[in-house]
């Protein structure tokens, strides 16, 4: 069989080190050519294109991307290297798998070093196109008030009308009232006339001409019953949805007042506070509530600059509106909580170590700091009751433990 009637194939190699491409495609022409002609068989010209792998530990996953532009394969070194057929067998335990991994991480380097040119370069021209909102460029009116209120999830707050809700619905239960009341009336008048009207209820169908004075009271009746149902459940998920926060209902209001994009009877709508709900579940934790009061009370502070959002501060530049980052007050409020449940369990062991007490004394220590604890599990995590039960518990326990093993060691 002579060189040029050799089928090629092309052989992607994948390991936990690299992602190479077979250019000499050695393996197949191996199989294909006798064993004793292996070393004599032509080999292609080496093949340079750009290539960017997405790759797992099993070789049937890796996938090449051809992104369209001379490149020269490398290893991890920066070096130069042919793919080499004689590689050693890859491991396939779980345990050798998780040491490779964490080979490849510790000699990986930043992609910029691997290519003269900046991978993320290509995508420049669609990263140029996005767009983000911001208010400001929103025509002064209608059209702003609606971008702010949607700026930020402490902004989207709305009004229930209640009372209107309240207003209809009782409305339509006197009128559906009514109607139950007059077709119970024909209802005994039928049973109360014998044989000759009894017929009525216990058959649809009509003996001595229609009588459709019944069936019209019940099909008004569906209509209002029609109306009134999707009503008071629409009034239901309204009334479940958290009220607004006096402070992020105070936020719209100043904005609202300061700049008034609206003729003000226009947005009269705001001066109904214990009227809106927030589409969002606002803040439960009294820390994160704490922080946000220290932030607005002391504008000038510096933490205010740690706490506020880049993502979200584009979309205005009114220097009056602060977008503060969700996530970085949540941490900052979970690890004073780590910092107070530590200091609340290290000050009696301290105290029980660097002190002579009675007995007494002691005793009013343990029930005074489980007080304390029980107090800030309460206030600063929301817990419920059993939460609160089983963590005082616990925390007695620990006291108790420790007092118990104190007396023997002095003793």
Aim: hydrophobic share 35%; aromatic share 12%.
């Amino acid at each position: 069989m002579s060189d040029e009637t050799i089928p090629v194939l092309r052989r992607s190699h994948s390991s936990s080190v690299r992602c190479t491409i077979d250019p000499y495609n050695q393996a197949e022409q191996g199989f294909q050519l006798d064993s004793t002609n292996v070393t004599g068989a032509r080999q292609p010209p080496e093949a340079k294109r750009t290539l960017s792998s997405r790759y797992s530990l099993r070789s049937s996953d890796s996938t090449v991307v051809d992104s369209g532009g001379p490149f020269e394969l490398t290893d991890r070194s920066g070096v130069n290297q042919l793919p080499c057929q004689d590689l050693p067998r890859r491991s396939t335990t779980w345990s050798e798998r998780c040491v490779n991994i964490m080979q490849w991480l510790s000699v990986s380097q930043p992609s910029q070093q691997q290519s003269p040119t900046n991978p993320l370069d290509e995508f420049q021209a669609g990263y140029s196109r996005f767009q983000y909102e911001c208010f400001d460029n929103y025509p002064d009116g209608w059209p702003r008030v609606a971008a702010f209120l949607e700026s930020s999830d402490s902004f989207g707050n709305y009004r229930k009308f209640g009372h209107c809700h309240a207003r209809l619905l009782v409305d339509q239960m006197s009128t559906i009232t009514e109607m139950e009341q007059e077709l119970l009336e024909l209802d005994r008048k039928d049973a109360a006339g014998g044989e000759a009207t009894d017929w009525r209820l216990k058959n649809r169908n009509h003996k001595k001409g229609p009588d459709t004075k019944k069936s019209d009271l019940q099909e008004n009746m569906k209509k209002e019953l029609l109306t009134y149902v999707p009503l008071l459940l629409n009034y239901q998920k309204l009334k479940s949805l958290d009220q607004t926060p006096a402070r992020d209902h105070d936020s719209v209001f100043k904005w609202l007042w300061t700049w008034k994009p609206l003729d003000t009877p226009e947005f009269a709508w705001i001066f109904h506070p214990q009227d809106f709900v927030s589409l969002v579940p606002p803040r439960q934790s009294g820390l994160e509530n704490f922080i946000l009061r220290y932030l607005d009370s002391w504008p000038r502070s510096y933490l205010k600059n740690l706490f506020k959002s880049n993502t979200q501060q584009h979309q205005t530049q009114d220097a009056s509106v602060a977008f503060y980052s969700a996530s970085r007050i949540n941490t900052f409020a979970r690890l004073m909580v780590v910092f107070f449940a530590v200091l609340v369990l290290f000050i009696p062991v301290i105290l029980f170590l660097l002190t002579s007490m009675s007995r007494a004394c002691m005793a009013v220590v343990v029930l005074a700091f489980c007080f304390i604890f029980s107090v800030m599990m309460g206030l600063l995590t929301h817990a419920a009751d059993k939460e609160i039960f089983v963590g005082v518990a616990t925390y007695c326990a620990v006291l108790v433990t420790f007092l118990g093993n104190l007396t023997r060691a002095k003793a």
